[in-house]
């Protein structure tokens, strides 16, 4: 394959490099999708949902072709102690508004998508820095090969080597990032779906908070696949860090806890990973765009975590295709300079999907509130004991009962000003 001829060089084949690659690509662009795995998702992780209306938007009807484990029927959150549960749960009437899926499978389906488009892809190749030409990007360097393009789409995830050298991020604080971590359990699917209440090939999505993370800010997550579990772990790496807690430790917790152990009996771990969550926000560059350049997906910290939701590969198709449709408005032009490119920035506040980056920004400062994962998991199981438990004692009112049990545990003050925080938040 000769290096050059080439119009964009999308770095990265994740789900925003592959949108955007496709996307241009349909519309007649040169396209070179450069992947340092020896596959597009051998090298990335992910939760394992994926949320179905940006592939729609993609790719119309051939979404269907994508390799869903199982949709996403049933969504859940637990509270938990060390010896207590309680769970809330959720069946959804959109049989396909989200499914599970393992990355490695999606995102080497979505390349090949981006293929038959038309897009060049190469594998096993790392791109380790940036063509500049009087601070303008005009290709990239990867290994030995020194690629000229007109435009390049960074793709490169959390550390995003090429916003920096294009001066527009520095090093992430520990404060921005949260560590992700996942087991995956085979389990056979009649199993699966006994325990958690499903009809055949119907998945679910549950979240847990309070003991699993050992009163860090963070907490565990479910999700089902066709004969396994990913089970896992967000945990902020600034907590894990001060606090020197080994995060293997966090993930026995999860697995040993009774709620949880339940439900994986029986089952094989065979597959381990972990990799860093940005949580800045868009916040996490100083711009999205530079001349020549522009960033997507995790590198632009497009994802989202709620506490309750996690988001980011939705996010990314949308960027990437954002990102390539900002691209073909400036080819038209044949201008790609930071002035031309600047529309990118406000293409994504406001595309509608992207809007809840922007909407939900406050909530990574609320949910620094430790409380929210000692305490009030605690407060919960408690005011559920007593009033569940019959013991022949006389019974309190139920909301004298909830002031009983946050006595000596959070001031009244404090507990209505997370309140407040939180309505304001979400």
Partial sequence: MSLEGFEVAVVGAGPAGSAAALTLAREGVQVLLVERGTFPGSKNVFGGRIYSYALKRLL????????????????????????????????????????????????????EEAEKAGASLITDSRVDDLVLERGIVKGIIAGPDKIPTDVVIACDG?????????????????REVSIGMKDVIELPADKMEERLGLEPEEGAAHVFVGECSGGLRGGGFLYTNKDSLALGMVVGADDIST?????????????????????IRGGKTIEYDAHMIPEAGPKML????????????????????????????DMAIV????????????????????????????????EPALKDMYTFSKVPRYLRNNRLYNVYPELVCNAAEAIYRVDGNRKRKIYKELRTQTKGKVSTISLIRDLLAGARTF
Avoid: C
Wanted: proline share 3%; glycine share 8%; aromatic share 8%.
């Fill in 243 to 263: 606090k020197k807690v080994p995060s293997h430790t966090l993930m026995d917790r999860l697995r040993n806890h009774r709620k949880v152990r339940r439900l």
């Fill in 319 to 350: 960027s990437g295709i954002a990102a390539a449709q900002t691209i073909l408005e400036a080819r038209k032009r044949k201008d790609y300079s930071a002035q031309s490119l600047q529309t990118y920035a406000r293409r994504l506040r406001e």
């Fill in 158 to 174: 959390t550390t995003t080597n090429l916003a920096r050298k294009a001066g527009l991020a520095s090093m992430l604080e520990p």
């Fill in 60 to 111: 119309g009807e051939r979404w269907k072709d994508a390799p869903v484990e199982r949709f996403v029927r049933k969504e859940g959150i637990t509270f938990m102690t060390a010896d207590s549960s309680f769970s809330v749960e959720y069946e959804s009437k959109d049989p396909t508004g989200s499914f599970t899926s393992i990355r490695s499978k999606f995102d080497k389906w979505l390349a």
């Fill in 286 to 313: 100083t711009r999205p765009y530079t001349g020549g350049m522009l960033v997507a997906g995790d590198a632009a910290g497009h994802l989202l975590n709620n506490g309750y939701t996690f988001r980011g590969v």
